[in-house]
């Protein structure tokens, strides 16, 4: 009788210790603000980066990986009060764009992103919008998905002319068109002269890129607060180029959605492909 209790003594401090050891290493993973879900059903994993307070909540990095190991969706997501006590140009503006303020949130990826060629990305937000009037002079932000380090982002300076160091045009979605001007901390702007807002729809949603000194540096997706808010689950194309500078998984498609059991608003790039990049 004396063996057994001192057994099941042992026993049960063994499954206390294992208990703690789990709980401690859940606390250490909520502390650094890294996780990672499973879906069991489509034997999907998805992985979070550090946390960034924003507005009354927090904006986060996620890469959904599948089975095969290959990335399915990439992006940010905001939760619902991250939209809520956003600041404006009466609160101090850090930047600006087109003259007009912006406020700027840095977040770092998770590890499994290195299979794409983002090294980082910024949430831009303009309470103002920008130039040109009638068409981005709304509330909206801007989610640049960098391929250069921040240290050479931050080293961009302004420019007012057409900047004269840019990408081979084979490196350029057709049939994308370089906008005057470098803004500074971000680069050279590339617009689709076919988007809607520029045959006179109201701007909801576009897609942008940008580069510096011969490099395309940035993939953006620029979005409305209000079509976010709107939580609208429509797919979009990116347009890609026929050639690639860096190699790695780039995706065709976005899509701003709403995850109700989360509460949060979804901002991703799906439907990746591999594309190798030129000597």
Known sequence: MKTFKKSTLTLMVIKSLIILLVASS??????????????KKSKESTFYGPAVPMGNGKAQTFITINSGGKPSAMGVALSEKALESLPTDQEGHQHKI?????????????????????????????????????????????????????????????????????PLAKYIPSPYIQLPGRVPHMGVHWINPLSPELAGETFTRTFIYGTYKEKVAFMEPMITLDYIKSKPSHLDEIPLPTHFQVYGFYPSKYRVSYNPSRKEYLIMLTDFSFKMADE
């Open 98 to 166: 087109n003259h007009e303020p912006y406020f700027e949130y840095i977040l770092q990826f998770p590890k499994q992103a290195e299979m794409t060629p983002y090294k980082f990305m910024t949430i831009d937000w303009a309470p103002q919008g920008h130039k040109p009037e009638g068409i981005y002079d709304l509330p909206h932000f801007d989610f640049h998905f960098y391929m250069i380090s921040n240290e050479e982002r931050l080293s961009i300076t302004p420019l007012e002319e057409m900047d004269p160091e840019i």
């Open 26 to 39: 859940c606390e250490i993973m909520r502390e650094e603000n890294f996780s990672v879900e499973k879906d």
